[in-house]
């Protein structure tokens, strides 16, 4: 036989490297293609989310009042005043008393120490006294909080732990997160299925994560769900993981 015949015959190597990998990836992309019912035994599984606006209606004040003296008697008195022209500033303020609450007053010994050493001696005796605020004029209580500066000029010592607002319609606000979730995480599945020719089928399993509550700037989420208190306007958000059947 003729050599040339011959020559005609015979495959170079990576032409026929060539030739399986188109082979491969079309018989891949066909697989892609019949659906992803191959997958996860028929079934896909998509996260849905969603999320709404909420103003906080409720607002906790935890103020602290401490006051020092040489003696424990001195130091209730001074947190007694000092506690009474706290309401004041607040009942002025526009704050019904009813909504104000005294807490009990504590008292600490200031011990003296020597090179980290007690030596027995009492400086001075240290006494406080909480007082809380419950109230829904949020935006009042804001105000107040920003203001009392005004109020530790005139000598008496409060710490401002700031106050917390809440939304108290979460319970109304969260089946309605979870419809829209789960609406959502039903678009995203047909989108998925309908790009690789396979059909969305009905709902195998649903669950639900924690509701997060953040301010309306915020990202932050957390695995057992966040409440932030700091701000009045917040974000309320949900995210659903939905499993469909596939074909």
Do not use: C, H
């Amino acid at each position: 036989m003729d050599n040339s015949t011959g020559n005609k015959f015979r495959f170079n190597g990576p032409v026929v490297a060539a030739l399986v990998l188109a082979v491969g990836l079309g018989y891949g992309l066909s697989l892609v293609g019949s659906g992803l019912s191959a997958r996860s035994g028929n079934a896909i599984t998509v996260t849905g989310s969603a999320k709404v606006s909420a103003v906080a209606d409720n607002v906790v004040w935890t103020l602290n009042v401490q006051e020092s003296s040489p003696n424990v008697a001195s130091a209730v008195k001074k947190v007694e005043s000092s506690v009474l022209a706290l309401n004041s500033y607040l009942t002025k303020g526009g704050v019904d008393a009813a909504a104000i609450e005294s807490g009990g007053v504590n008292t600490m010994a200031i011990n003296e120490y020597n090179n980290g050493n007690p030596t027995g001696r009492v400086l001075s005796y240290q006494a406080n006294q909480n007082v809380t605020v419950r109230s829904k004029d949020v935006k009042l209580i804001k105000s107040l909080s920003n203001g009392i500066g005004a109020l530790l000029q005139t000598g008496v010592n409060v710490n401002n732990y700031g106050p917390q607002f809440y939304v108290s319609n979460l319970s109304a606000l969260r089946p309605q997160l979870l419809a829209a979730a789960t609406i959502d995480a039903k678009s995203r599945g047909l989108s998925i299925t309908k790009a690789v020719g396979s059909k969305l089928g009905a709902v195998i399993a649903v669950s639900s994560g924690p509701v997060q509550v953040t301010s309306p700037d915020s990202v932050d989420t957390s695995a057992g769900g966040m409440y932030d208190t700091s701000s009045i306007p917040k974000t309320v958000s949900v995210t659903v993981s939905v499993s469909f059947k596939v074909s």
